[in-house]
């Protein structure tokens, strides 16, 4: 058992694109302390471990090393969690195959645990989100790519060596455009961040739109604002299309979608919606028991899922 | 923990779509002895249960009340497992939103678990067959339909209200023919029995061939034997795609693929393998640990599975 006093709580990191953060998060779920850095990814593995080393040091000389339950650091890559070592990572290769977690445990003198990120994103909306009333949820990330979590019994479904949740990459369109994973009619290249803005090209829009900027020409009636909202539609249906397959498989009660493009729900998720209810008969028969929702935490999620993964593996 | 001597059984009992079977199974998975008759699901409620509880019965009156350790029964359709109701069965309608777990074992004295009767499948390829090496597992049942069953840390995972798995109405075609489910393009009509003999039709190789029999087309030198490969060849990429989903969303070490379209694996497998890797960067990634693979006990898996439940239940 947890002995829960006010002193207890636990450092989650959060390895981003852009940059490094990291929070002191108590037993119930109230944030500390939150800290961010940038993060040069290019300067490689000793300056990432050392960023991610002395995050984790400011924090603990504040909060003291009597309460803290763990370390969990969340990490954009594959993870063989039992070993703790990252197996694939595009954004951070050089920390590929080597024992992170233990080179980690031994700098800071205290366990630390690896986990995905879009893993412990699951995991936070699970523990502090909008999955906080469910026992299983599927977390679907819409950034660059598309990643996802899977929460199955409070835990989160890692796959044999950590590669579940892969849902970017599931085909919506068979004999659609061709993706860098060898596939193609990926997901990925349909709802992501990098989709709208690739959308946005095609259809003339602009060069280098931003999903938000896309969400923003979608509210104008004029021929761009029915080009973007296209563009939505398409996202949406594709969306659908993974949705529905997922309720098929898991028929869990709880479906979350994270991401810079959740501002222009009100553009995707009616076609989102309509598609899953026509491809799944799982969902129209449970409707009242399934939810497709936004995700509550942002980009906390992360943080929050991370702090948590020490008190799960304590209560094992 | 379960004592374990030679006197330890459970029975397991799997209501198919022609005949009711029932076995008993000792604790190290002996089949001890197994009984079948045939269901006339037309007669009703009372003669099913009627049959269920006198197959039960017989075996019970052989091999003792002693060492009995629980009773399991495999149905086709939706169980809310917790509360022992069948919620949808097209086969039998009339055991819909009855408490058949609870009036079985009234009559029976003793206590009865319901599941799917593909879940118990995908548990009985775990306990005893082709799945026993592994604790994480996919099964598809390739029949009349497509069902499915998932073993996830040993467990059975059945979803919010027991619909998990249902592997048969995930999309592979988006623009597909119309399926009886609402959506079109399902798996179901692709690779299926069903779906080879309505191929076959197509093809003008036949009004009602079996699977079988296109099977042993397939291996003829003719016009007609292409036309066969040509069935199986879409039959196995249709497989190969939803594989593929499956395993970047689950990344389990093993699925299983069951069902008389089994003897024409020489004919589907290639093309079901060759997209499998185009269709999954996870598989190509895992291939020396990721298998897919024949299950290994043909129809008495699910008696296996079945008999299983009780166990299972107590080691919780």
Chains 1, 2 share one sequence.
Request: net charge negative; charged share 20%.
């Amino acid at each position: 058992m947890i002995p829960e006093h006010m002193s207890e709580y636990a450092i989650g990191v959060d390895l981003g694109g852009t940059n490094l953060r990291a929070a002191a998060i108590d037993h119930a779920g109230t944030l500390l302390e939150k800290i961010s850095a940038p993060t040069n990814y290019r300067e490689g593995r000793e300056a990432v471990l050392g960023d991610i080393v002395s995050a984790i040091d400011q924090l603990r000389a504040k909060y003291g090393t009597e309460g803290l339950s763990g370390i969990g650091v969340g990490v954009p890559g594959f993870i063989r969690v039992n070993e703790g070592v990252i197996t694939n990572s595009n954004n951070l290769p050089y920390l590929e195959n080597v024992p992170v977690r233990d080179e980690l445990t031994r700098r800071l003198g205290a366990r630390v645990i690896l986990e995905n990120d879009a893993n412990a994103a699951a995991l936070g909306e699970k523990w502090m989100g909008a999955g906080r009333d469910v026992e299983d949820l599927v977390l679907l990330t819409l950034g660059t790519g598309v990643g996802g979590g899977i929460i199955s019994s409070g835990r989160v479904l890692r796959g044999h060596v950590g590669m579940a949740g892969e849902f970017g990459h599931t085909t919506v369109v068979p004999t659609g455009n061709p993706c860098g994973c060898g596939n193609q009619g990926c997901l990925e290249k349909h709802a992501s961040a990098t989709a709208v803005t690739a959308m946005a090209r095609l259809m003339q829009l602009g060069e280098n739109l931003t999903a938000q900027q896309v969400c923003e020409l979608a509210r104008e009636q004029s021929e761009a604002g029915e080009k973007a909202r296209t563009i939505w539609r398409v996202f949406g249906e594709a969306l659908g299309l993974t949705l529905a397959t997922l309720i098929n498989v898991f028929n869990f009660p709880l479906y979350l979608l994270s991401g810079g493009v959740l501002p222009a729900w009100e553009f995707f998720a009616p076609h989102m919606e309509r598609v899953a209810q026509q491809r799944s008969f799982t969902y129209r028969a449970t409707l009242a028991e399934t939810r497709i929702a936004p995700a509550a935490l942002g980009n906390a999620a992360g943080l929050f899922g991370a702090a948590y993964l020490p008190w799960l593996e304590a209560a094992r």
